[in-house]
Nanobody, 119 residues
């Protein structure tokens, strides 16, 4: 069973940086992508970035080159490096794994870590 634990969130001033970490355990043989998503109050959950075993990455349009997703060789640890943070980046950031074959219960999700950017 896949389990995800996010860490690294916190309070940071605009223009600052944070590194989020997702620690992954369990069987990930059927996982297609590892990713970060975020959700702010009153807004829909949105894609931040994903990475796959080939290190191909996909980023949300809002990132504008400020964020970078990376991981170790096995993607047991996945990072989200966030630079030049803006108040609109304030959200709960979730680590999520999407299987090649969809599960009735959906993708795997962590508990989330709060990122708050002050102006």
């Amino acid at each position: 069973q896949v389990q995800l634990v996010e860490s690294g969130g916190g309070l940071v001033q605009a223009g600052g940086s944070l590194r989020l970490t997702c620690n992954v355990s369990g069987n990930t043989r059927n996982i297609r992508t590892w990713g970060w998503y975020r959700q702010a109050p009153g807004k829909l959950r949105e894609l931040v970035a994903t990475i796959d075993r080939s290190s191909d990455t996909v980023y949300g349009d809002f990132v504008k080159g400020r964020f970078t997703i990376s991981g170790d060789s096995a993607l047991a640890t996945v990072y989200l490096h966030m630079n030049d943070l803006k108040p609109e980046d304030t959200a709960v950031y979730y680590c999520s794994l999407r299987p090649w074959i969809r599960r009735p219960s959906g993708d795997f999700w962590g508990q989330g870590t709060q990122v708050t950017v002050s102006s």
